[in-house]
């Protein structure tokens, strides 16, 4: 008896997680959606000589500066996020903005995260 209760425990302990991480990932791929859309749209309100690329998969982004933007604005744009409570990692090499939300974002966190890249992102090209 105990041998079919202890199976039963850890079939339904492994079901639990595969269902976990189900919702993980389709959240990751809903958000980074959502990401992309917003980041898509402060490139389009800046223009072609501030946002040159969106790029990536899932909730894994990066938006790319374009070449006309001085070196070092992505740091500065990283330190202006940093300031408002926004942590992103800018590439050491290129003048790109790294996005890296948890699995676990919500739709409102994404939203307020694009609303504070774009702040800084404003103050720091102006």
């Keep these: 008896a ?3 209760l202890l199976g039963y425990s850890l079939c339904a302990c492994s079901y639990s997680r595969v269902s976990r991480l189900r919702r993980l990932v389709e959240n990751a791929a809903a958000q980074g959606a959502r990401l992309r859309a917003a980041l898509g749209e ?3 309100r800046r223009g072609e000589g501030v946002v040159r690329d969106v790029r990536g998969h899932g909730c894994m982004l990066g938006l790319e500066l374009a070449a006309s933007q001085p070196a070092g604005t992505a740091k500065r744009v990283a330190q202006a ?3 408002r409570g ?3 990692l800018n590439c050491s090499v290129y003048e790109t903005l790294r996005f890296i939300p948890p699995l ?3 739709p409102a966190e994404v939203d307020e995260a694009c609303d504070v890249f774009d702040a ?3 103050e720091v090209v102006a």
């Design 81 to 83: 996020c940093a300031a």
């Design 120 to 122: 800084a992102l404003a």
């Design 104 to 106: 676990t974002v919500a």
């Design 86 to 88: 926004l942590l992103l």
């Design 2 to 4: 105990l041998d079919s």
């Design 42 to 44: 402060v490139a389009a």
